[in-house]
């Protein structure tokens, strides 16, 4: 049982836009730092954004993060078919369940 | 080149026992705090446990305190994970991922292993 939320599924045909919405509370992303990770099917995740908004080298800058209060977004630009991936924000958490909490993850499909 | 490569899973009773490793290479492993991470079948990512780089600190989620246990040998580059009192619900694949401290010292996973599948049955 996440405490992050995320849309379950979003869409978008090739070279379009989507972002990704993770909501949480202020025991978790409101004082912390977010980081987003790509799971292809049948891979382990992907380190895709940390600290909010840095990207590792070798990921592309289609790929953007931000985060305002107690929400953070994914954005992916110039959609493509190999972008076809659950996506998983994840943080700190202060409470006592857990000391590190994932979203529930969301399903981007290419039209 | 990074590699975390996770092993032991199997398939065992509930109230069983099981003991998982991951074997690391490619970096300083006595320098980096490891994680445990599960992924129940069809289901999402869940935290599942930490130990720092020198094994003193370690921190579990509610869903396994008591009947987990983490620990490193880092003699042998080596993250395991102990796992007591299984149930149906443990059933997951588990991955071994490596930390990084960020801003505020907050972690991210920058290396996750392929996963070993552990599945709790009857």
């Known amino acids: 049982q996440s405490v992050l939320t995320q849309p379950p599924s979003v869409s978008a045909a090739p070279g379009q836009k989507v972002t990704i919405s993770c909501s949480g509370s202020?025991?978790?992303?409101?004082?912390?730092?977010v980081s987003w990770y790509q799971q292809l099917p049948g891979t382990a995740p992907k380190l895709l954004i940390y600290?909010?908004?840095k990207r590792p080298s070798g990921i592309p800058d289609r790929f953007s993060g931000s985060k305002s209060g107690t929400s953070a977004t994914l954005g992916i630009t110039g959609l493509q078919t190999g972008d076809e991936a659950d996506y998983y924000c994840g943080t700190w958490d202060s409470s006592l369940s857990a000391f590190y909490v994932f979203g529930t993850g969301t399903k981007v499909t290419v039209l | 080149e990074v590699q975390l490569v996770e092993s032991g899973g199997v398939v065992v009773q509930p109230g069983g026992s099981l003991r998982l490793s991951c074997a690391a290479s490619?970096?300083?492993?006595?320098?980096?705090?490891m994680h445990w991470v599960r992924q129940a079948p069809g289901k999402g990512l869940e935290w599942v446990s930490l130990?720092?780089?020198?094994?003193?600190?370690?921190y579990y989620a509610d869903s396994v305190k008591g009947r987990f246990t983490i620990s490193r040998d880092n003699s042998k580059n080596s993250l395991y994970l102990q796992m007591n009192s299984l149930r149906t619900e443990d059933t997951a694949l588990y991955y071994c991922?490596?930390?990084?401290?960020?801003?505020?010292?907050?972690?991210?996973?920058?290396?996750w292993g392929q996963g070993t599948l552990v599945t709790v049955s009857s």
């Open positions: 991922a490596k930390a990084v401290a960020g801003q505020l010292g907050v972690y991210y996973f920058d290396y």
């Open positions: 490619g970096f300083t492993f006595d320098d980096y705090t």
């Open positions: 130990i720092s780089w020198d094994g003193g600190s370690t």
């Open positions: 202020s025991s978790n992303i409101g004082n912390n730092y």
């Open positions: 600290d909010n908004n």
